[in-house]
């Protein structure tokens, strides 16, 4: 039973326009939520995370939105790079730490010059 | 340069032919866990650690072992490869409660 779902497997979209990415969970207990980017042959890095007790979060070209009364997040990037063409996870966990972290099964996102 | 580093980046082998893959970190993290990702099922836990000594299962713990003798080392152990551990696997380490660093992986095939 997936408790963190990315029902889109991949996304494309042109340079300078937004990409969005969403996510849902089905645990009411999560109270943390993170977006992690992954290149090929590299490790996840951390991307941008929000809190349970906020629903939006921007870190430059990116912003996280987090509707919790629809189990809902989203990770918005504008404009969209081609450097920003990479496998995006969402990932949440209860009690705001990265232990127990739920990982979503990944979503492509490329991005076309 | 902080860092988590696995070893082997590669690693093909037969089965029941006993294996580690190490795993270190530099950044004096008290959290240390291990990830397995494969097509279509994204990353899943196998085992975490809190702190020295200390050691849990995560999601899909077995055919696998651990051991946190040392703050900067989390090998993980299979005793007896078999092909559905075909995999590619992450550690992570972090502070408690903050963002987890991963590092570059290792992808293990089992014949």
């Known amino acids: 039973d997936q408790q963190v779902k990315q029902n889109s497997p991949s996304l494309s979209v042109q340079e300078g326009r937004i990409s969005i990415l969403n996510c849902d969970y089905t645990n009411s207990m999560f109270d943390y939520f993170l977006w992690y980017k992954k290149y090929p042959a590299e490790g996840p890095t951390f991307l941008i995370s929000i809190s349970s007790i906020k629903d939006k979060n921007e870190d430059g070209r990116f912003t996280v939105f987090l509707n919790k009364s629809a189990k809902h997040l989203s990770l918005h990037i504008v404009p969209s790079q081609p450097g920003d063409s990479a496998v995006y996870f969402c990932?949440?966990?209860?009690?705001?730490?990265?232990?127990?972290?739920?990982f979503g099964k990944g979503m492509k996102l490329t991005v076309n010059p | 340069e902080a860092q988590v580093t696995q070893n082997p980046r590669y690693l093909i082998t037969v089965t029941g032919k006993k294996l580690t893959v190490t795993c270190s970190q530099n950044?004096?993290?008290?959290?240390m866990s291990w990830y397995r990702q494969d097509p279509g099922l994204g990353l899943r836990q196998i085992y975490y650690?809190?702190?020295?000594?200390?050691?849990d299962k995560g999601d899909v713990p077995e055919g696998y072992k651990v051991s946190r003798k040392e703050k900067r080392n989390f090998p993980l152990i299979l005793e007896s490869p078999s092909p559905n551990q075909t995999s590619l696997y992450f550690c992570?380490?972090?502070?408690?409660?903050?963002?987890?660093?991963f590092g570059s992986g290792t992808q293990l095939s089992v014949l």
């Open positions: 950044m004096n993290h008290e959290y």
């Open positions: 992570a380490s972090s502070l408690l409660g903050e963002k987890l660093f």
């Open positions: 990932a949440a966990s209860v009690q705001g730490g990265s232990e127990k972290l739920v």
């Open positions: 650690s809190m702190n020295v000594e200390v050691t």
